[in-house]
Nanobody
């Protein structure tokens, strides 16, 4: 299994960013997936989840109403649309199964939100 995150970068507060998670060796339609993030000096946290059917999504309170998780089964790619970004959203973002598997962690993609 390989999960490759991309789309991070530097963005101003209030801006938007879309992250992608390209997957190989894992089928989204039979796995619940999640986006996680790790801010400097903090533990990794779960940000958003999507069920294997794609019908159910959940979000951490800190991002609810601002982030949207989605996926494209034809591309085997998962996305995280992030709007109204805040400096506290600065972190390395990862995708993984729900619950996560240690051997599935990729390198992540860094999102830096400037104030």
């Amino acid at each position: 299994v390989q999960l490759v995150e991309s789309g991070g970068g530097l963005v101003q507060a209030g801006g938007s960013q879309r992250l992608s998670c390209a997957a190989s060796g894992i089928t989204f339609s039979i796995n619940s997936m999640g986006w996680y993030r790790q801010a400097p000096g903090k533990q990794r946290e779960l940000v958003a989840t999507i069920s294997s059917s794609g019908s159910t999504t959940n979000y951490a309170d800190s991002v609810k109403g601002r982030f949207t998780i989605s996926r494209d089964l034809t591309k085997n790619t998962m996305y995280l649309q992030m709007n109204s970004l805040k400096p506290e959203d600065t972190a390395v973002y990862y995708c993984n199964k729900l619950p996560p598997r240690g051997d599935y962690w990729g390198k992540g993609t860094l999102v830096t939100v400037s104030s």
